[in-house]
């Protein structure tokens, strides 16, 4: 991994329903990230935010009828296509790419930027699976589908924009709690791996992690790691846009992201789904500062 991290803002609200998120690279910025990662030993360069068009502005519903119910595509779409190339071009240079949502369509773009010249592993740290599409999300909203987008299910198996040829069986789902019936369904069909909070409760984060991360490793030349803040419980993390309570503790978040850092192939990292209108006192926000410098190699000793 590099020393140097590139900090991208992805300030994309489209694929949810609660405004808020896209004011989420501002407040983890604020929440001291430079300084965090400072502390891990890394050196920062910040390229702020992509460019996202307010949500007033644009239709909703201007989907094209193979992309069934999913509102905001056009947008997404564009926002992830640059998002891409960014998340490549710091790859290519030598740098680390660290993404802020925004919401979780965001990954979207990080997957198809990060995997573009390199097989690449998944660990998605999230209460939910992300594994609708648009003919069996019952919103309609594109942040609950970022995983099956780039695994190519759906009507999203025939787009350049989505579809990131991840292998399915180097994807591993930590710290389900949330689905979908549809949704749940596809995941037990899928290669994917998926671990409940229920695997969590029985094994304990550090065993569910270390296997984790050897299903994301195995033959991938590293991993991306995608942490939405909802993986956490809302009493950790209040400013979410979707909540489900009995999610990860405090403790047991920086315990899977020290050992992502200890596995030494962690190649690129986005945190998401920060809504500072949700939140008290930006500690949602700090706690994301927090995390992503336990993922990039901060430590008590």
């Known amino acids: 991994m590099s020393e140097q991290v590139r900090v991208i803002g992805a300030p994309l609200d489209y694929g949810a329903d609660r405004r808020g998120v896209d004011m989420g690279p501002s407040a983890i910025r604020y929440a001291g990230l430079a300084d965090e990662l400072a502390a891990s030993g890394r050196t920062t360069v910040d390229r702020g ?4 068009p307010r949500a007033e502005e644009r239709d909703p519903d201007a989907a094209s009828p193979s992309e069934g119910t999913a509102k905001f595509v056009k947008e997404v ?9 960014e998340v490549a071009s710091t790859l290519t240079d030598g740098e680390f790419p660290l993404v802020l949502g925004g919401d979780h369509s965001i990954a979207i773009g990080s997957l198809q930027g990060s995997s573009r010249d390199a097989d690449v592993g998944v660990l998605w740290f999230d209460a939910h699976g992300d594994y609708n599409t648009p003919e069996t999300s019952p919103s309609g909203n594109v942040h609950g589908m970022p995983m099956a987008a780039a695994l190519g299910h759906g009507s999203f198996a025939d787009t350049d924009w989505a579809n990131a040829s991840i292998d399915p069986e180097n994807v591993a789902l930590v710290g389900l ?3 979908d019936e549809k949704e749940r369904l596809a995941i037990r069909e899928s290669p994917v ?15 569910v992690t270390d296997e984790a991360l050897e299903v994301a490793t195995d033959g991938t030349q590293g991993i991306h790691v995608s942490l939405d803040l909802d993986w956490l419980d809302p009493k950790e993390a209040p400013g979410v846009g979707t909540p489900v309570r009995g999610g990860v503790t405090y403790r047991e978040a920086h315990a899977a992201l020290e050992i ?3 596995g030494g192939s962690l ?11 949700l939140d008290s006192g930006n500690e949602t926000a700090s706690l994301a500062v927090e995390l992503a410098a336990s993922a990039l190699g901060k430590r008590i000793l």
């Open 177 to 179: 709690r949330a689905l």
């Open 193 to 207: 791996t998926a671990y409940t909070m229920s695997d969590i409760d029985k094994r304990g984060i550090t065993a």
């Open 77 to 85: 779409r564009d926002v992830c296509g640059r998002l891409s190339e």
């Open 260 to 262: 992502v850092a200890r």
């Open 267 to 277: 190649r690129s990292l986005e945190v998401v789904e920060v809504n500072p209108i």
């Open 49 to 52: 935010d992509l460019s996202v």
